[in-house]
T-cell receptor, first 116, second 112 residues
């Protein structure tokens, strides 16, 4: 079975440019999470969706960040305009919350973003 | 709100030695507890979990963790580590709402 698929795996861009990260969750999963990992701050939850609806976006750093989930098989995380401090590895994860959360997440391999 | 504290940022150990990675949590409600492992340039993978029942849980590769409610701990142990266990290990907690909160991670470095 295919796992969580993220693209691109690596992105190098210049400050001020728009960045779009993509995620395809595991088929049948109804929760999707975006995390950011840096050396300084560790693993931070940015936003999560349940049944395509954003449930908690309190971790989104600022208005430059936005996330969408137009359907159950696709999500995007957009940064506009990007800044050097956005450089990090961004992970997408999915799970099945069948009415009783257990927190078992399945992670993609991450998108490594470098903003020059 | 829940929180997780991993007391050691790095743990160096020689191959075949025992190891313990410490994790403490804080929560006012019942929790589920997890250990995830991250190998270099990869995403996180579930290592083991405690949902209910027996307080001692085991992974397929020899790790175990014990849920201690009175001490609010979920320490990870292995009696004999291998070079291939070198990775970063994350403790995590969630509640009924399915939101997972991670600790800051412990880098386990196994030396020959």
């Amino acid at each position: 079975d295919a796992g969580v698929i993220q693209s691109p795996r690596h992105e190098v861009t210049e400050m001020g440019q728009e960045v779009t990260l993509r995620c395809k969750p595991i088929s049948g999963h109804n929760s999707l999470f975006w995390y950011r990992q840096t050396m300084m701050r560790g693993l931070e939850l940015l936003i999560y969706f349940n049944n395509n609806v954003p449930i908690d976006d309190s971790g989104m750093p600022e208005d430059r960040f936005s996330a969408k989930m137009p359907n159950a098989s696709f999500s995007t995380l957009k940064i506009q305009p990007s800044e050097p401090r956005d450089s990090a590895v961004y992970f997408c994860a999915s799970s099945y919350a069948g009415g009783q959360g257990t927190g078992e997440l399945f992670f993609g391999e991450g998108s490594r973003l470098t903003v020059l | 709100a829940q929180s997780v504290t991993q007391l050691d940022s790095q743990v160096p150990v020689f191959e075949e030695a025992p190891v313990e990675l410490r994790c403490n949590y804080s929560s006012s409600v019942s929790v589920y507890l997890f250990w995830y492992v991250q190998y270099p340039n990869q995403g996180l993978q579930l290592l083991l979990k405690y949902l209910s029942g027996s307080t001692l849980v085991e992974s397929i590769n020899g790790f175990e963790a014990e849920f201690n409610k009175s001490q609010t701990s979920f320490h990870l142990r292995k009696p004999s580590v291998h070079i291939s266990d070198t990775a970063e290990y994350f403790c995590a907690v969630s509640t009924y709402t399915d939101k997972l909160i991670f600790g800051t991670g412990t880098r386990l470095q196994v030396f020959p």
